[in-house]
């Protein structure tokens, strides 16, 4: 059962919408459309900026970074996933998580999208990634002690992106 809002369109019931919320942790793998690559991509959420504008995370990659190939003080940055790992991930080959830069986009964006549309969760990464993945952030020399702070302090979505945030 949904309602309506006030323009007329159907909303998931408050329900759903908190089962949603739940699921929204450190290591969401969300799958998404990016206009800026033309195609779907794996999207890993790692935390919300201290500004609350932005999610951050970590695009997973069919082929290596050709950045981080190149210069092996980078190589920590390159998260490599075998065959397997995921069932959400089907390819017979590797995939990378590059962790080189945050991939952005916005909070509301994310945390609205995925309550019209939970089908676009596809997992977690499991601790063994997730970890290395935190690994690599805090190791990487580019990124700010804010930045870093995404991965290492409290996860809060805050209630000014979702108002039934504050119900969890």
């Known amino acids: 059962m949904s309602y309506s809002s006030e323009s007329g369109d159907t909303l998931p019931p408050l329900p759903e919408k908190i089962r949603v919320l739940r699921r929204i942790k ?16 794996y999207y890993i959420f790692m935390g919300i900026s201290s500004d609350s504008n932005f999610a951050n995370g970590f695009f997973i990659n069919s082929n290596q970074s050709l950045i981080i190939q190149s210069d092996p ?27 080189l830069k945050y991939d952005r986009m916005g909070s509301f964006t994310m945390i609205n999208g995925l309550i019209e549309d939970p089908s676009r969760i596809c997992g977690n990464l499991n601790p063994k990634h997730l970890w290395e993945v935190i690994q690599a952030v805090q190791n990487n020399q580019t990124f700010t002690v804010e930045e870093k702070n995404v991965v290492i302090g409290p996860l809060i979505l805050p209630s000014s992106l979702c108002p039934i945030t504050s119900l969890l």
């Open 26 to 41: 450190r290591g969401l793998v969300i799958r998404g459309f990016v206009p800026e690559i033309g195609h779907p991509k």
């Open 73 to 99: 003080q980078k190589a920590h940055l390159q998260i490599d996933i075998p065959p397997g790992s995921y069932a959400f991930l089907k390819k017979p080959k590797p995939s990378y998580i590059n962790c």
